[in-house]
């Protein structure tokens, strides 16, 4: 046991593998044993990293090619595709070149070859500087950039049929053969004299390549989803008139007044007329059956034989006469009672109408009607 005075000793290290101390005690230690022996070096781990690395970069490389590499420029003209029902992949590859959607024809028909993209009709909207890769995955997924169809008061079938045709792929032609179809439109619930009544205005969203059925059903569901809200079918019943009645009045009434809050007071004098078994006397009903839309002297259509003349046929016209809005529909169901006979524009410039009970209080709203055409400096 070593004692305290060697404790205190300082050392120092001296050559020869000793410890030499102070007080001149050395220490020697053998390294004989203790000597490490180098490493040996192996050359084929070295050259198996760097393969590893090498294929790594060019593995890297390859993928950013082609699948992270742009091929859609940065800036585009325009940023729908329309790809037509049927299309080929040479047509889909001609759209997109004609629509400057992509840089390298090449690097995306392998990527579509490889994808076994072949082409799927829509409208897609395409985000600049995509790959390849990421084009032909938007394309092959089929998530197509929705139209909006506008739908607000078009007066005939082949109106909408135009309107609609500037939305989607199907011509106006497909949409007219197809709404002139009895057969078809008597399995949905309607005849051609009704059909207008199928549509309800509003703005809808659908894709570019419905097709005409699809369009139709679209548009019965629209339907039917509306006269199931609020009541309408109820109120229908308590005013004694189906669908596509309540929709003709309110076509009237579209078509003789733009004043929202005098519609349902309009509503109710024609639904009187119609109870008290008065012609209805519509002028709106002799624009439609002379299909004279830009007509103001409407008198010299009073005696056309037309099942529409409302001035010669008593009750309702076999059906609308325009679409109708919802405030118009609403404002049929919805109508005001009274016991207003008459109404006649004020003549003022506002679009509002004076009503009367009986004929001589209807003169003397005409009178005031003439006044005011004559103060505008309109004179008659």
């Not at 890297?60 to 325009?78: E, I, Q, R």
């Not at 990421?134 to 082949?158: F, I, T």
């Not at 005409?212 to 339907?223: A, C, G, I, L, Y």
């Not at 004279?292 to 409302?310: F, G, I, M, Q, V």
Request: avoid cysteine.
């Amino acid at each position: 046991m070593m004692n305290d005075e060697w404790l205190n000793d300082e050392f120092t290290i001296e050559p020869a593998n000793s410890l030499k101390f102070q007080n001149s005690q050395t220490l020697t230690l053998n390294m004989e044993n203790q000597q490490l022996e180098p490493t040996p070096k192996h050359p084929l781990r070295k050259i198996i990293l760097l393969l590893g690395i090498l294929a790594v970069v060019v593995g890297s490389y390859v993928a950013w090619n082609f699948v992270l590499k742009p091929n859609v420029p940065a800036t585009l003209a325009k940023k729908h595709l329309l790809i037509p029902m049927d299309a080929t992949l040479d047509e889909v590859v001609d759209s997109l070149k004609l629509g400057g959607f992509i840089l390298n024809e090449n690097s995306f028909r392998t990527m579509a070859g490889r994808m076994n993209y072949k082409g799927r009709a829509g409208r897609y909207e395409i985000t600049p500087g995509m790959s390849s890769y990421y084009l032909v995955k938007h394309l092959r997924s089929g998530k197509q950039a929705p139209v909006k169809v506008v739908l607000v008061n078009e007066r005939l079938p082949e109106h909408i049929a135009a309107k609609v045709a500037k939305s989607i792929e199907p011509d106006s032609l497909a949409l007219v053969t197809l709404l002139n179809d009895t057969t078809y439109l008597d399995s949905i619930g309607f005849t051609p004299q009704t059909l207008l009544s199928l549509f309800i205005p509003n703005t809808y969203e659908v894709f570019w390549n419905l097709t005409p059925r699809k369009f139709v059903e679209r548009m019965k569901k629209e339907h039917d989803r509306f006269w199931a809200a609020n009541d309408r079918e109820a109120k229908a019943r308590a005013l004694g008139l189906s669908r596509e009645e309540v929709y003709t009045v309110a076509s009237i009434v579209e078509r003789e007044t733009n004043d929202e809050a005098e519609k349902p007071r309009m509503a109710g004098v024609y639904l009187n007329r119609v109870e008290q078994g008065w012609p209805l006397q519509a002028d709106p009903t002799l624009v439609f059956a002379s299909r004279d839309w830009e007509a103001r002297d409407l008198a010299k259509y009073k005696d056309l034989d037309s099942p529409y003349n409302t001035y010669k046929y008593p009750g309702l016209p076999p059906g609308p006469i325009s679409m109708a809005s919802i405030p118009s529909l609403d404002a049929v169901l919805n109508r005001e009672k009274h016991a207003y006979m008459f109404f006649v524009a004020m003549g003022d410039g506002s679009g509002k109408h004076m009503f009367a009970e009986s004929y001589d209080a209807h003169k003397v709203n005409i009178e005031i009607y003439k006044r005011n055409l004559i103060g505008r400096g309109l004179g008659l």
